[in-house]
């Protein structure tokens, strides 16, 4: 059997997002919104009644809304715990095992929730599921932008969030067609089990896709290497590219010292600015959370039936026509990104969700049977839907890896994908009491938060990335003085390598010409 199936260069690329990026993130949107479409069923109600809102209300409602958050949020705690483990596992394994045994253990967690009949086990379940998901979430992301080229890396790794949409679409739309069961556990019990599928088709089509050139080069492993970038950019293992990367990689190698964890707590270590390159891969990724969409991916369904007043069925309905919609808009911040560049969509998503969040806390404010309130509230859900991938869903991803040097890319992702998600998991614990205590005022901070926190952050604190090598926004940290001078700095080291490249391109040509007339 050929190599890689016999793929190679951008089909190459291809391969591995559609194999096996695919799949995972199908993954991460249907593991975070598939429970959530499910908590004022019958069957589930009856089978778990301690965390039943539906048909309780007053005190005995409060106590059970704080359950039923800690029940879903408890996923994202296995997350949390699933990322920082690989801190120590990810670059033993290397990318590809990594994600494999993450996938393994998500099959066992969808095995338990799925099999519940208390509510110990389906917490269990969930933390499992989560734990296995954390290892994918924090090592998937290294391995597509390792395995891509700078100029369309931010498109390639914002098909994660493509990917994300759609499998919340899929959940949203599964747990629609299961709410017709009536009188069967199975109407909660074959969403749930249907998560394995997506980890099952990780399993099988991962080891037929390249390993990471940087983890092989850092590994010493260097044929290895030059033979996935021969591959990735369809030359031979001596071509140019594959020996200008090969080259790159190990200057950047050579510039940091052998990474430990220790490390990502001081600034002077290989001169990187580690601690600031932690601090901005760790904020980027509390924003995607504090933005406010798990408010509204968690409880969608349950948004629209208990704050809005309406009919299950058009809850449910609503709701996943919302990550419908947000499926169709989300290839819009991939076909930006690398146009208009990082920073540019971040604020421009930033102000939208706060705009979109401060709406929803006027409309929510009205008593239900105000059609018009409920028009603004459903419209205002529906445009963050649009807002939001734009600017954050997969994009903090990819600036939390961009962030990183080779040497500690692997901790500093976990690092910070393990914020992530205990932000996740603080986001999704207080949401049921947050509607439950100051109902439509709960939006009111996520518009705050928004506007008056993300934006500036965004502004003065985050370097453009865009068009820029990995081992090039190295050289960005290492001029840095402080974090308030990264912003300028991005902007003249990127100015600096255009005008190398131009007088590059300048010499060949005047070589060229001076040839031509020698023979001449």
């Known amino acids: 059997m050929k190599r890689f199936l016999g793929f190679r260069g951008k089909s190459l690329e291809w391969a591995l997002n559609l194999s096996v990026i695919l799949p995972s993130y199908i993954l991460f949107g249907y593991n975070h919104a598939v429970a959530g479409g499910l908590l004022t069923l019958p069957a589930w109600t009856e089978t778990f009644p301690s965390i039943d809102t539906v048909n309780t209300t007053g005190e005995t409602k409060i106590a059970n809304s704080t359950l039923q958050g800690t029940v879903m949020a408890i996923y994202t705690l296995g997350c949390f715990f699933g990322s920082l483990s690989c801190i120590w596992v990810g670059d033993y394994l290397g990318r590809k095992r990594t994600i494999m045994l993450g996938a393994f253990i998500n099959i066992l967690g969808t095995a338990i929730q799925s099999t519940a009949f208390s509510i110990a086990q389906l917490t269990l379940g969930r933390l499992v599921t989560g734990f296995g998901f954390g290892h994918i979430t924090a090592t998937a992301p290294n391995w597509q932008a390792e395995c891509c080229g700078a100029a369309h890396r931010g498109a390639v790794v914002l098909l994660e969030g493509v990917f994300i949409s759609l499998g919340l679409a899929i959940a949203a739309w599964i747990d629609l067609a299961m709410s017709q069961v009536h009188g069967s556990s199975v109407a909660w019990r074959f969403p749930l089990a249907l998560s394995a599928l997506w980890a099952i088709i990780v399993i099988l089509t991962t080891p037929f896709n390249p390993e990471s050139p940087r983890w092989l080069v850092k590994k010493n492993r260097m044929d290895e290497a030059k033979a996935v970038l021969a591959a990735l950019h369809d030359q031979e ?34 001169g990187q600015r580690l601690l600031h390159r932690t601090f901005l891969a760790c904020l980027i990724q509390v924003f995607h959370q504090l933005c406010g969409v798990n408010s509204l991916t968690f409880y969608e369904a349950t948004i629209f039936e208990d704050n809005l007043g309406l009919a299950s069925t058009a809850a449910r309905i609503l709701a996943a026509s919302v990550f419908t919609f947000q499926t169709v808009l989300s290839p819009v911040g991939v076909v930006t990104v690398d146009r208009f560049g990082r920073r540019k969509l971040m604020m421009f998503s930033a102000v939208g969700m706060g705009l979109c969040m401060a709406a929803m806390a006027g409309s929510t404010s009205q008593p239900h049977g105000n059609m018009a309130a409920t028009a603004v509230a459903v419209t205002a859900i529906f445009l963050f839907s649009f807002f939001f991938p734009i600017g954050f869903l997969g994009l ?24 992530a998600w205990i932000f996740n998991f603080l986001v999704a614990e207080i949401t049921p009491m947050g509607f439950a205590s100051i109902k439509y005022r709960y939006f009111i901070v996520y518009a705050a938060l928004n506007l008056f926190l993300i934006l500036p952050c965004v502004y003065f604190l985050f370097p453009e990335t865009n068009g820029r090598k990995l081992e090039e926004i190295d050289e960005v940290f290492a001029s840095a003085t402080s974090v308030m001078t990264t912003v300028k700095e991005a902007h003249l080291v990127h100015k600096r390598h255009l005008n190398s490249s131009s007088e590059e391109s300048s010499n060949g040509e005047l070589g060229k010409t001076h040839m031509t007339q020698e023979r001449r």
């Open 237 to 270: 293992k001596n071509g140019p590219e594959v020996t200008a990367d090969i080259e790159n990689i190990q200057e950047s190698l050579a510039k940091s010292c052998e990474a430990k964890f220790s490390h990502l707590f001081h600034n002077g270590v290989g």
């Open 396 to 419: 903090s991803f990819l600036y939390a890896t961009e962030m990183a040097p080779l040497s500690h890319r692997v901790p500093i992702t976990a690092l910070s994908t393990g914020i």
